[in-house]
């Protein structure tokens, strides 16, 4: 199970830049072929948008931090987030509307919505921040706000997260032979490394902060050299 900025390809300065080098593509498509492999990939975008972006046939895409799940050709998208996606354009527009700074990116992935400050000075920060929060205070009570690398994020007001949707996906029928093993880099993956605690290998892409993985690998080359250790039992 693989997260994707940050973990297969490097965070860019703008979402639609990182995308994986047909090379990287070809490696994930040989690695999830083989015998006894079963890939899933798990992002905060939005599904259409990753699995456009890895490019790969039948294997599993887990989109908007758990929201959409696409398994073995059947689509499933959580109930409750069917119904934040109304409220989630009145909440795009407030902050259309409440933010001016040209180095905001709102993306909007119709079941939730992120707003990435990635591009923006460090001193305009505070100012941001108090803008944002004021923008989105009128619907504190009705959304989830989380926070990730240079990105909030607001999501329908549920208990559902990646961790969720890992639980969901090992705890499926035939499922058992499997070991699971989680890379990812962000703070929303640490509900990933939290669900497989004691039942699959959780590792964390890149060094700072606490993390709840096992293990961490230092950057996005080091992914790629383990997954092929995986593939063919040698580094
Ligand atoms: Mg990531």
């Known amino acids: 199970m693989l997260d994707y900025d940050g973990t297969l390809t490097p965070i860019r300065k703008h979402p639609k ?3 994986l080098s047909p090379k990287r593509r070809y490696f994930l498509r040989q690695l999830a072929g ?23 046939k ?11 799940i696409e398994a073995g050709g059947k689509y499933w998208i959580h109930p409750a987030a069917k119904r934040f996606s109304l409220l989630l354009k009145k909440i795009k527009r407030a902050l259309k ?5 040209r180095q905001i990116f709102i993306e909007d992935k119709g079941l939730t919505l992120s707003v990435h400050y990635r591009c923006l000075a460090g001193k305009r920060l505070p100012a941001f921040k108090k803008a944002f929060f004021r923008a989105v205070k009128p619907w504190q009570d ?25 639980n969901w996906l090992i705890g499926r029928p035939g499922q058992k032979d499997y070991f699971p093993v989680y890379i990812g880099d962000d703070r929303t993956d640490e509900d990933a490394f939290r669900a497989l605690k ?15 993985a096992a293990k961490r690998l230092r950057d996005v080359a080091a992914v790629y050299r383990f997954l092929l250790y995986l593939s063919v039992g040698r580094c």
């Not at 039948?58 to 959409?68: A, C, D, K, P, S």
């Not at 039942?199 to 993390?211: E, N, S």
């Open 17 to 19: 830049l990182a995308v």
């Open 34 to 56: 083989r015998p006894g492999n079963k890939l899933a990939i798990i992002s905060g975008r939005k599904l259409s948008d990753i699995k456009r972006l890895v490019g790969i």
């Open 58 to 68: 039948n294997i599993i895409y887990v989109g908007n931090h758990g929201f959409e």
């Open 97 to 101: 509307n409440g933010l001016s700074y």
């Open 142 to 166: 009705r959304l989830m706000l989380t926070h990730g690398k240079k990105v909030f994020e607001l999501r329908p007001p549920v208990d559902w997260d990646k961790g969720k949707a890992v």
């Open 198 to 212: 004691g039942k699959g290998l959780a590792l964390k892409v890149g060094p700072g902060g606490k993390t709840l």
